[in-house]
């Protein structure tokens, strides 16, 4: 581990716990589909590890020195894709697992793409926004040679959104050639509209969540109306995946973020929760017909359904025996660790893996590439159902793989993921 000239206030327990669970997952995956040797070599590794140090002026005239980091882990199906995240939680370690995450996500999704994850180590809420737009062009500018369209694409990731996007495409663009500009725009996806961003992008994780719960359901002859839910965290893709599940006639029952947890057992107006913590400073807590619950107290509410939707490690060998619902459908990466999810799974728990369900914002990233690719502007109305066919072939693959082979649906999905690069690699080879 390289973590010696990393902040010594970041947390490496949960980090290192991460890249664990990768490794352990992709290790569990391989012998079962006997992965050549040599492969796995190579994918046990990444690619490109890039860290950079950039100075910024803050608004009172001081200068602060950031990390930023950006881990390239295989690029085998094509460019390097994979969201940024604005964290004191990131570092090298961080971004090494979440890379390795994206490689078998764009891998199941048929997309042709690899992974890469990153960030800076910050909290962003200790910066205004022109110091966050200035730290993002720096990071961008520093980060210039190392991503492009056709080699590494970013996107948002957590605490970053389409604002940042458009001032890491600007910043990308002004530093091409005049006449290669306008055709940099797909450097980064996930931005606003009206920079050439994909209607419905903002829903698309969140909207790939709801599908695969739906497509669970449908698999199990049960209807979703009724179904009582938690969510934890309630940003982007928290937020759209309640929206979509309260519309087919389910309870959100229960919420956490950072700042706490709420409940109540007749259900929680998705749309009035968002608008309340919009006029918080995007917390849920005091919420009007609600009451607090202790964190643990969140996790053992009584459901059906339980949605980790906010950072990595959350679901542990503490908390899992905790949880009543009969399914997990993973919004975040890695929120369920490895000792977590064997307990869940000897109790029969069904678990949605991440590289699954929350694929949905990677093929809207995808749609958005294409988009700016070919000069389009697609509509939000040929947008989701796109989504949807993707999200719903996926879900067929990895649960018909699961069945045949008697498999929990994370360890099926890992299977298909690293058998598609595999085949890459035996067809073309190694060079030299």
């Known amino acids: ?61 001081d200068v602060e020195i950031f990390t930023g980091y950006r881990v390239q882990h295989n690029n085998a199906l094509g460019p390097y894709k994979g969201g940024l995240r604005y964290h004191p939680t990131v570092d090298i370690d961080a971004a090494r697992a979440l890379a390795m995450w994206m490689t078998w996500k764009t891998s199941l999704a048929g997309l042709p793409y690899g992974g890469g994850k990153g960030g800076i180590q910050l909290d962003p809420s200790k910066y205004s926004q022109s110091e966050l737009e200035r730290i993002t062009r720096r990071f961008t500018f520093a980060l210039a040679d190392n991503i492009g369209p056709e080699h590494d694409i970013p996107a948002p990731d957590v605490n970053t959104n389409s604002q ?181 799974l000897e109790r029969g728990v069904t678990i949605i893996p991440d590289i699954l369900c929350n694929s949905g914002g990677v093929i809207g990233s995808y749609f958005e590439w294409l988009q700016n690719r070919n000069g389009e502007l697609w509509q939000l109305e040929e947008v989701m159902p796109k989504l949807e066919k993707k999200m719903k072939e996926s879900f067929e693959k990895v649960y018909a793989f699961a069945k045949a082979e008697s498999l929990d649906l994370r360890t099926a999905a890992y299977c298909i993921a690293i058998k598609r690069i595999e085949k890459a690699y035996i067809q073309r080879g190694i060079f030299p």
């Open 164 to 344: 940042t996007m458009a001032w890491m495409a600007d910043t990308y663009m002004s530093t091409r050639p005049p006449a290669e500009r306008t055709a940099n725009q797909h450097v980064v996806t996930g931005k606003p509209d009206g920079s050439g961003g994909l209607e419905g992008r903002d829903r698309a994780t969140g909207f790939g969540v709801y599908l695969t719960i739906k497509f669970w359901a449908q698999h199990n002859d049960e209807s979703l109306e009724g179904k009582r839910f938690i969510v934890q965290g309630f940003g982007n893709v928290g937020y759209w995946a309640a929206h979509f599940l309260e519309k087919e006639g389910a309870k959100l029952v229960a919420v956490q973020d950072a700042f706490g947890s709420i409940q109540n057992k007749d259900g929680i107006a998705v749309e009035d929760l968002f608008n309340y913590s919009k006029s918080n400073n995007g917390s849920i807590v005091d919420f009007p017909e609600s009451k607090t619950l202790d964190k643990d107290e969140f996790y053992a509410t009584d459901c059906d359904i339980c949605i980790p939707a906010a950072l990595g490690n959350q679901i542990t060998k503490e908390v899992a025996p905790l949880i009543k619902a009969r399914l997990i459908a993973e919004g975040a990466n890695g929120p369920t660790n490895v000792e977590g999810e064997k307990i869940l």
């Open 1 to 61: 581990m390289t973590t010696a000239t990393l902040n010594k206030k970041s947390k490496k327990i949960p980090v290192r716990g991460m890249m664990e669970n990768v490794m352990e997952q992709f290790n569990s995956a391989s012998d079962h589909i006997e992965l050549h040797p040599n492969i796995r070599k190579i994918l046990s590794i990444t690619n490109n590890e890039i860290v950079v140090h950039f100075p910024v002026k803050m608004d009172n005239g």
